[in-house]
């Protein structure tokens, strides 16, 4: 840097740079138009702010005449413009996209939510295609290089460099366990920010610059935005979305989040602070606000919208996620907006918190109080699955022993409660069933869905423990049971033995009539079965499968076996089509019929023999 | 329900003028707690008295102390949502054991669909709020260019023209901005040469435009316009059967819901948001008290926005208009002035200046307590509907 050439008189240094300042007025000359200060020659951006520097010294020297001063006030003006759109321009320049991939997987590996960890990483990387190969991190790493300097003294950072995920460029970033500052525009390009901003606060023009750097940087922002798939989405368009869309925005979201306030808005916040520090009060505060203010407002309405949607149970688990993931960034947003104009922010944060939390506890109340008072006496048609049984959560037995109890968590034991509760309320409507057997299969079908239910869902099923499953699975295969023998036990009871031999002996002496009888019996009741049970509905296809499989490993062996012994006799007799309605083919095929939940025909398929 | 014509015409309607609408609140507390020896016509008084009240109220800001559309009449104007909102939560928690009947339960729940709805109002008007935040910023600096000036000079009204001129951009109405975007930068003297990024005034005013609709937290697609349209759907007086049905509860909800929609729609009508339409009707039945006040305060403001010079205003809010006043005749002064400026000049800008500087102190002082009420609205309106469908028992049920 040359020392300016000095001349006899103090005038004759305001000329020349008077005459710089005017030849950098784009509103006049074509040239300035075209090309930038701080684009070219390093001299040229060291004459013209030492001619800045002269100008502004002039305002202040008493020697200038009236003329002059007007002379000096259009200077500056002059120059105030160029500077800002200098300014402005090196900012554009500077707008870097951050390497959003492999930020994403660091803050991921170290997130605890509800899933296991595991399963949140490789959820990124099928949502967002990530590459966690070395190249592309060490390239992020040398286009951001970290700087020591850390804004205001905050507990919950420190210096560590070791990473949680091995396999990113480990010196790159300063990695705890919440905030990771990057550089967003290099070394030099800062030092040339900071002398405009100085030169245009010191001339009053304080305002132009915060306005400038604030609308640049926003767009900054929402480039990044764009980038982790925050959406401006309005409290009516989330109503809108079916809950498996919004579960998967809600995902997004909380790693969006962690990114946004430990690391987007963390460095916009330093970039002030390497900009501004220093050069006035609290400027670089006022140039923060203006930057983050509208995203950060915008990012959270999205958790506010959950927070205020309508409850249903299969909410539960997700807003807990999302309180969970607000409550390990709220001492973040504290560091981060720690300041008095974004007391909104704050606040605003706090509020979606109580209010998540508040609608997790209601969720939970509500569905125990619908358990407890559900008040239908009217028992479900076809014993299918009762619209509670949907909603229930936790399985468990009422005989249960305390000491499986210990270690669990206190949500686990809201929802073993509140099974409890249901089993107790599912049982009480079962005894409403006029008919046993219905009763038996309609605790089958429900206790068989929630056990379902549990084993599809890792969260569920971690929380409620293999231990509770095994005990419900034995309560709806005892129900099975008790069905099998509420029904079938009489019917079978046609085909036996006794009671159809005249003599003792071992000699044909069958009483023909008390086998008319027998198979009059059987078919009645055969019927009556298979016209009331056909109505019934098993939903569950395997279970459905399963119990009609059962049915006929009794059934038809048992009537092969009585046919085959006893229908010499009745074919020796009159009308033997009035008591063998039924070949063993013809009960198979009816066997089919069983649990479809639609009444067949009246009449049972007959094959003719 | 008696027939009575509250536009302007019964004293006792008045005697309340002076007073604010917090003390109203208080009288109308005293007259709940009276307890008649006659149950069922206390309950009449208290359906009637939530009638007269929002008469009442509506009728103040007609006729108050605040100028319509100005900033400390729309805090007026939240108050009034805000207690009219609590009167009606009381009379729902007072009537707990009728709620559950049907038609009451639907019409209920039909008014915290329509409460959810007015919460994305309260967001876009809070992005209008912050817009006009950036404008009482640009207001500043011409007041620094121009305040307290021992004499003017060049320097000072390009600096000055420089503000106004991004102000004026930042006012337009979307619309309007990309053709104005081309005059304004051929009238500042500058080559529109928009093949060169490096022209920084054609960069600025281009991120200005683009800087506008990042500052809206919503989609490009959301729309106040048709929001309120949501708000005020299928909004009809109930029939007699509802009313008998109800215990006259549904002409309780029916003014809630009217209440909601006129204050929403005022909202829209004064502070910038997107796609701003004022085409929601009100049909409201002559013989509820509040019917003719609210009607003509909608006639008044639907009046404003027809005039000539605030048909395409962003917002019909006053001190919109005077700083589109303001900022209009200071461009027009500072294109006009010669320097040295004659002592008439002189004075003209001051007058021009104090003008400005009487409207930024208005916007100072009462855009941050204005986010705040509507924040309070939000909140008011998001606990209502919890604690409502809580005790509607019926849970939330599902989206």
Known sequence: MEPPERYGRETAGFETAEKIILRWDSTVSEEAREKMIFEGDRCEVDRYLQAVDEIQRSISSTTISDDDQTKVNSAIQIAMARLEDEFRNILLVHIHALDIDSLLADLGSTSCSRTTSGRESSDFLEDDHLEQDETSTSAAASAAVVRDGGIRGSGSRDVLIHMESSSSAVSSYRSTNSIREVDLIPEETIEDLRSIAERMIAAGYLRECIQVYGSVRKSAVDLNFKRL???????????????????????????????????????????????????????????????????????????????????????????????????????????????????????????I?????????????????????????????????????????????????????????????????????????????????????????????????????????????????????????????????????????????????EGLHVSGGFSSGVSKSALRERFKSFNAMFEEVHRTQATWLIPDSQLREELRISISEKLIPAYRSFLGRFRSHIESGRHPENYIKYSVEDLETSVLDFFEGYPVSQHLRRRSQ | MPATDCQGSSAATFTNFGRSILSLRRDQVHSMDTIHPDGASSHELELESFQKNVAERISGLSSGPDEILSLSWVQKLLDLFVISQEEFRMILFNNKSLLHRAPMDRLIAEYFERSVKALDVCNAIRDGIEQMRQWQKLIEIVLIALDNQRTFCDGQFRRAKKALIDLAISMLDEKESASALNHRNRSFGRNNNNSSSRDGSSTHHRSLGHYRSLSWSVSRSWSAARQLQAIGNNLAAPKGNEIMATNGLA?????????????????????????????????????????????????????????????????????????????????????????????????????????????????????DPLERQVREVFHKIVRSRTEGLDSLGKGHGSD
């Open chain 2, 251 to 367: 002409v309780v909800v029916y003014t809630m819901n009217s209440v909601l929609l006129f204050v929403m729609w005022a909202l829209v009508a004064a502070i910038p948001c997107q796609d701003r339409g004022l085409q929601v009707h009100f049909y409201i039945p002559r013989q509820f008290h509040w019917a003719g006040p609210l009607l003509s305060l909608h006639e008044k403001i639907l009046e404003e926005s027809k005039k000539r010079d605030r048909k395409n205003a962003c917002g019909l809010l006053r001190e919109i208009y005077q700083i589109e006043k303001g900022a209009r005749l200071m461009n027009e002064l500072s294109d006009s002035v010669q320097f040295p400026l004659t002592e008439e000049k002189e004075t003209e800008v001051r007058q021009r200046v104090q003008e400005l500087s009487k409207v930024c102190e208005a916007l100072k002082a009462g855009l």
């Open chain 1, 229 to 351: 798939n925050v959406e401006k989405l309005s409290i009516g368009d989330i109503q809108r979305l079916e809950w498996d869309a919004l579960e998967t925005k809600i995902r997004r979201w909380i790693r969006a989040v962690k990114v946004c306030v430990r690391v987007l808005f963390a460095s916009e916040k330093r970039l002030c602070a390497q900009i501004f520090d220093g050069v006035g009060t609290a400027i670089d505060d006022a140039c923060f606000m203006e930057t983050v203010k509208g995203p950060a407002i915008q990012l959270f309405n999205f958790a506010e919208a959950i927070s205020i949607s309508r409850r249903s149970p299969e909410k539960l688990f997700k807003i807990l996620d999302l309180h969970d993931a607000l409550v390990e960034l709220l001492p973040d947003i504290e560091v981060v907006f720690d300041s008095k104009s974004s007391d909104s922010i704050r606040v605003q944060a706090a509020e």
């Open chain 1, 353 to 497: 918190l109580s209010r998540l939390a508040e609608a997790a506890r209601g969720i939970l109340s509500e569905f125990e109080n619908a358990v407890l008072r559900e008040p239908s006496k009217v028992p479900v048609p076809g014993g299918t699955i009762h619209p509670l049984t949907r909603y229930s959560s936790d399985p468990s037995t009422p005989d249960m022993d305390f000491s499986e109890l210990e270690g669990k968590t206190p949500l686990a034991l809201h929802l073993i409660w509140i099974i409890v509760i249901l089993q107790f309320n599912l049982e009480g409507k079962s005894k409403h069933y006029k008919d046993m057997s219905l009763e038996h299969l309609f605790m089958m079908n429900n206790v068989h869905y929630i056990v379902q239910k549990v084993k599809g869902s890792p969260e569920l099923r971690e929380m409620i423990g293999d231990d509770y499953l095994k005990k419900m699975t034995g309560k709806f295969r005892q129900a099975a049971t008790r069905y099998q023998r509420a029904t079938w036990v009489k019917v079978l009871y046609c085909l036996r033995d």
